[in-house]
Nanobody, 115 residues
Framework: QVQLVESGGGLVQPGGSLRLSCTAS????????LDWYRQALGKERELVAS???????TYTDSVKGRFIISRVYDRDTVNLQMNSLKPEDTAVYYC?????????WGQGTQVTVSS
């Protein structure tokens, strides 16, 4: 059984940075596709960034140039470096892993961008 545990959320001022980390307990394997989603209050969950098993990355338009997703294969860890944060980035951020045919979700970590 795989469990994902996120860390690194918190309160930051606009323009600041945060780094989220997600580590899997249990072996995901190098074939896992890893993502970060977020859900703001009253809104649907949205895909923020993805990294494939081969290291290819994609981002939603609103975070391009500000967020960087990366993974550490031998630690089953995926990170999200968030720079130039804006109030509209405020949300609960969720780590997601897809290892065919299973989906795994973390419990979420709150990110609040406010002065």
């Amino acid at each position: 059984q795989v469990q994902l545990v996120e860390s690194g959320g918190g309160l930051v001022q606009p323009g600041g940075s945060l780094r989220l980390s997600c580590t899997a307990s249990g072996n995901l394997g190098s074939r896992a596709a890893l993502d970060w989603y977020r859900q703001a209050l009253g809104k649907e969950r949205e895909l923020v960034a993805s990294i494939s098993s081969g290291g290819r990355t994609t981002y939603t338009d609103s975070v391009k140039g500000r967020f960087i997703i990366s993974r550490v294969y031998d630690r089953d860890t995926v990170n999200l470096q968030m720079n130039s944060l804006k109030p509209e980035d405020t949300a609960v951020y969720y780590c997601h892993a897809y290892v065919e045919p299973n989906d795994y979700w973390g419990q979420g970590t709150q990110v609040t961008v406010s002065s």
